[in-house]
Structure formats: structure tokens, C-alpha cells
């Protein structure tokens, strides 16, 4: 039965995998059928030392052949054992094993260039006459994988899945929760250094916010409030966050970068032109947020504007028009 058009990506690793085991099982059959015992992955390891005319490292084989070093190092224990290849410690590094092809490895070797060079042949036509792009693309999801991870592009989906249940809303909506202000900042506070002027600030952000100097966005998740961000206007160009927290239950939800980007849509809303936010250097994950949002380190600020105690860097953030 074919499978569902919508469905061929989520089946994508296994016919990835269906398709190499099937052309392992011919490559197999291939080599028994000649006659050939070698096991094919010793024969790559023998490839590599005959391409490359001279002594190998098992690094280097390793990072030829794209294998772990533990895995070329056990291979290639176990072409010494059947003599096809020698070892010896480099002279210029004693920590260092070169591995060389031995006579016996070298008359191995010829009897299976002629196998090497047929199947090179035959799969370089195969290719070119079913699927002349195939190594086009094949290449362009090889380097793609290189620029981002397998694993990181999944974990992405996961996070952005997460995010989707995650609502942003102004203090104007929820102004019954504004305790939640000071309660998170305390449990902020149990794991860094009070910060007095921070907390007086936030204790009296429902004035500042009547007075259209300040706004207080909270994240929401199923009903519960997951995270906030307060902000305060200290001039006409000037907007300070003043203070972001997420709970540890929403994290790793793209929680903070929702609130880092409503904080950004808002001073572009009022007509602000900088961002600030005063924050310390054992607060990496705050760092590491703000600078995904273009934030920098910055100590040629107006005076006026100078950091809390207990938080002496300034991060800005430029906002474009």
C-alpha cells in the first residue's frame, strides 16, 4: 500500500533506512557470491589507507570515513589480527597509532579493486539515469545538517508546538493579578541578590501604568499565568525592562522570547527608539535571551540611566524603523 502524500515526510528516516539496508544486502551478496569473506567494513577502513598512499591515524581514518574513533580503532584490531594491516607508534607523537596496509592487505586490495571500480561505475550510471539531482540534494540536506541539527530542527517544532498554547496579554486585561508581579519577582529573588530599587519600582507599577509610563505583559498557558515581563518608559525614546521571569515549569517553551518580542512590539507601538535592560553576568539565561534578540552590551548610556545594584551590565537594544 503507498503511503499518504502527507504522510511521506513522517516515514522519511525509515525509507532512508530501507533504502541503504537494501542496497547493503546486494552489496553482500555481491561479495559473497564472489567468493570475498572480508567484512565491508573493513573494507572501507583498507579503502581509505589505499586512497590516501600513506600511514594513517585512527583519527583521521575516523573523520574520513565519518565513525567514532573507538569504532575505526576496533576495526582496525581486528585487520591487524588477520594480518591485513600494520601498526606502529608515530615517531613524532607516542600517543599516536599509524596504521598502514600490509602485502597481505595490498593482495587483498587488488583483488577487490576491480569489484571497486565495477561498483563505482555502476551506481554513478544507476544515478545518472534514474536521478541526475539525487547528489545535488543529497548534498544540500548533508550541509543543511551542518548548519542545524537533525535534533535541534525537531526540538524547534516541539518548542514552537509549546509556544502555540502559550498567550501573551497587557496588564489592562488581567489587572487582578497584579501580585504576581512581586510574588514572582521573590521567587526571583531566592536564587539571586535583592535588588531594593528594582522591587520598589514594581511595587508601584499599577500607578506608573495608570500614568501611561509603564506596561506589564503576562504569558499565559491553559489559564495560569506562566511568566511576565514589566516595562517602564524613561523617556520619550527610552524603554526600560525592567524586569522578565518565567516559572520553571514553563521553560524551554519559548515563554521568554514571546515576552522579549511583545516588549519589542510595544516600543515600536509608542515611538520608542531604545530598549534597555540592566541585568548580571550570572543571569546567563537572561543573556542569552536578550542577545538573541539583537540586544548588546552597552556602557556609553545617558547617566541618568544608570544600572540597579546588584545588576551593573546594561544590554540595549536599537530598534529599527
Known amino acids: 500500500m503507498e503511503p499518504q ?15 541503504v539496508e537494501r542496497l547493503q544486502r546486494d552489496e553482500s551478496k555481491m561479495y559473497r ?26 583519527t583521521e581514518i575516523a573523520i574520513r570515513l565519518d565513525r567514532t574513533h573507538p569504532d575505526i580503532h576496533q576495526i582496525t584490531i581486528q585487520l591487524g589480527k588477520e594480518g591485513l594491516i600494520r601498526s606502529y607508534i608515530d615517531t613524532n607523537d607516542q600517543r599516536r597509532r599509524l596504521v598502514t ?5 595490498e593482495e587483498l586490495i587488488n583483488q577487490l579493486m576491480p569489484i571497486w571500480d565495477a561498483t563505482e561505475e555502476a551506481t554513478s550510471q544507476w544515478v545518472f539515469e534514474q536521478a541526475p539531482e539525487f547528489m545535488i540534494y543529497l548534498n544540500a540536506l548533508e550541509d543543511s545538517l551542518s ?48 535588588v531594593a530599587k528594582l522591587e520598589a ?9 495608570f500614568n501611561r509610563s509603564a506596561e506589564v505583559f503576562f504569558a499565559h498557558s491553559n489559564g495560569e499565568c506562566v511568566g511576565l515581563c514589566v516595562l517602564q518608559r524613561l523617556s520619550y525614546d527610552i524603554l526600560q525592562l525592567l524586569f522578565i521571569y518565567v516559572l520553571p515549569s514553563a521553560r524551554r517553551r519559548h515563554v521568554g522570547r514571546l515576552l522579549t518580542q511583545a516588549s519589542i512590539d510595544y516600543a515600536k507601538d509608542i ?7 540592566h541585568i548580571h553576568r550570572i543571569l546567563v539565561p537572561v543573556d542569552q535571551l536578550l542577545r538573541q534578540h539583537n540586544f548588546e552590551q552597552s556602557r556609553h548610556l545617558n547617566k541618568n540611566y544608570i544600572p540597579f545594584e546588584n545588576l551593573p551590565h546594561t544590554m540595549v537594544l536599537k530598534l529599527k524603523r
Open 271 to 277: 515611538g520608542c527608539k531604545i530598549i534597555i535592560a
Open 201 to 209: 519600582s514594581l511595587s508601584t507599577i499599577r500607578t506608573t501604568i
Open 147 to 194: 548548519r542545524r541539527s537533525y535534533y535541534h530542527r525537531i526540538l524547534d517544532k516541539i518548542k514552537e508546538k509549546a509556544a502555540d498554547n502559550i498567550v501573551i496579554s497587557p496588564f489592562q486585561k488581567y489587572p487582578d493579578r497584579e501580585p504576581l508581579i512581586l510574588n514572582f519577582f521573590n521567587e526571583w529573588q531566592k536564587s539571586f541578590h535583592p
Open 33 to 58: 557470491d564472489l567468493g570475498i569473506t572480508t567484512p565491508i567494513r573493513w573494507m572501507r577502513v583498507l579503502h581509505v589507507l589505499d586512497e590516501a598512499q600513506r600511514p594513517l591515524g585512527i
Open 5 to 19: 502524500p502527507e504522510k511521506e515526510y513522517l516515514l522519511f528516516r525509515n525509507r532512508i533506512r530501507r533504502f
Open 101 to 105: 596496509i600490509s602485502s597481505q592487505g
